[in-house]
């Protein structure tokens, strides 16, 4: 399984981006696909994940009504699009994978991204 993470970049506050998360190497029909970031300093917490079977998400309160997790089934893709950015936001974002339903917890994830750096200006 592979999980290639992109979209990050440089953007002043109030401002949005999509991030995108590629994935192959099996089937993701009963999967969890996530999101999760790690801001230096900082231990790595969870942002959003979707579960492929249900396309039911779940979001992190610090992140709810901004940022929204959907997926493209046909490119096995999962995105994450993020408006109104904050400062605060500011971190490398990494996507992840497990098996059936959804958890918060990174050590539940079995599969990882690369991660994508995400900085917003004030």
Known sequence: ???????GGLVQAGGSLRLSCAASGRTFSSYTMAWFRQAPGKEREFVAALSWSTNSTVYAGSVKGRFTISRDT??????????????????????AARPFIIHRTAISYNYWGQGTQVTVSS
């Open 1 to 7: 399984v592979q999980l290639q993470a992109f979209g």
């Open 74 to 95: 046909a490119k096995n893709t999962t995105y994450l699009q993020m408006n109104s950015l904050k400062p605060e936001d500011t971190a490398v974002y990494y996507c």
